[in-house]
């Protein structure tokens, strides 16, 4: 069989020739412009690679910085909201903001940035049960034939945190106990405690927090001193962000009661007062960005949890001054008042 003619050999087919232009490319550079653009565009890549590898690094630590939000501000009730008990006012505003704000942090699942915290939870903690022991408070100087109001017990217990619990749901529930207590009381329905009379009892409740919280403290600090703790330990951001949180409650309570009682007249009282809320205020107010424990040897850094205590110090002597001068006289200093007066005004009318 003899192959097509076309797939014989041809023996005289000269070679093809590469074109000049081709031959001249066997030269050429390229040009800096595009080596330019091709390294700036290699680095742009090494950039984002990098950048994504520091953002995937770094935001979980900044989502835990951003989540640990501590609202330490004054209460400040609007003028159109008319509540019969200061306190109930104050303890709902309380409530409000925490279910409203950064969420209750001991809830969070273990993957959750708030889960990291330490200083949110302590101050939530504490914000909770001081308010369930002022409305505890309030409760007994409030009863309903012979027993604790039913509301304000329930929100005082509601208030209570409990091991693997949910709060929000509780602090819900005690929001709206307290806001039918106040609603009964402002018609009549519940007995209405006076700010007169809550003062000197919450005055002796904030003093007996001041003294707890300076031990808890004290023990942090002797800690350190004794080589057992750490300069910014998990216990003594607790320990400072717990008290931290009473005394804030103290204050507010304390504000709020005495924008609306009226036996602060006498100067004296008046004058003890502006030194109680001093004092709470100061305490209130401490909001370091790190917490501090140094040793007394320390240079640079204070002791955060010394200046605490010596604030808690003085809220506790000045609420225990405020009790004595609120305190009715006692009976015997009556008599005893009242005769000089007779006396006297016998005397002046047997002069000639």
């Known amino acids: 069989m003899k ?19 081709f031959i001249s490319l066997d030269y050429a550079e390229p040009s800096p412009i595009m080596i330019g653009f091709q390294k700036a565009w290699r680095s742009l890549k090494r950039m984002l690679k990098i950048g994504a590898v520091l953002a995937l690094v770094g935001a979980y630590p900044a989502a ?35 279910l409203e704000g950064a969420g209750w942090a001991s809830n969070r699942p273990v993957w959750h940035p708030q889960a990291r915290l330490t200083a949110l939870p302590a101050w939530q903690s504490g914000t909770a049960e001081a308010l369930s022991q002022h409305m505890q408070l309030i409760s007994e100087l ?5 027993a604790p109001d039913s509301d304000l017990a329930a929100a005082a217990r509601l208030l209570t945190e409990v091991s693997g619990e949910p709060m929000r749901p509780r602090l819900t529930a005690a929001a709206e106990a307290l806001n039918r207590f106040d609603t009964r009381a402002s018609r009549g329905l519940a007995m209405r405690p006076m700010p007169e009379e809550i003062m000197p009892q919450e005055l002796a409740l904030f003093a007996g927090w001041a003294a707890e919280d300076r031990a808890a ?53 008046l004058v003890a007062a502006d030194r109680a809320e001093t004092a709470w205020g100061r305490a209130a107010e401490m909001k370091p960005i790190l917490v501090s424990n140094q040793s007394d040897s320390a240079v640079l850094n ?51």
């Open 217 to 269: 403290l004290s023990d942090q600090i002797n800690a350190l001193q004794e080589g057992g703790g750490w300069p910014a330990s998990k216990d003594d951001i607790t320990a400072f962000y717990r008290a931290k949180a009473r005394a804030h409650v103290a204050h507010e309570m304390f504000a709020a009661n005495a924008d609306k009682a009226y036996n602060l007249s006498n100067t004296a009282i």
């Open 302 to 352: 204070p002791n955060h949890l010394a200046s605490m205590a010596y604030f808690l110090l003085e809220a506790e002597v000045a609420s225990r001054h405020l009790i004595e001068l609120m305190a009715p006289p006692a009976a015997d200093e009556v008599i005893e008042e009242t005769s000089v007066a007779q006396t006297d005004e016998a005397a002046e009318v047997a002069l000639p």
């Open 64 to 98: 835990v910085v951003l989540s640990s939000h501590i609202n330490d501000k004054p209460i400040d009730i609007p003028a159109e909201q008319s509540w019969a008990v200061p306190g109930i006012a104050v303890a709902i505003h309380k409530i409000a903001r925490e």
């Open 142 to 146: 409030a009863p309903y034939e012979g």
């Open 3 to 21: 192959l097509p003619r076309a797939y014989e050999e041809q023996e005289h087919v000269p070679a093809p020739v590469d074109p000049t232009h």
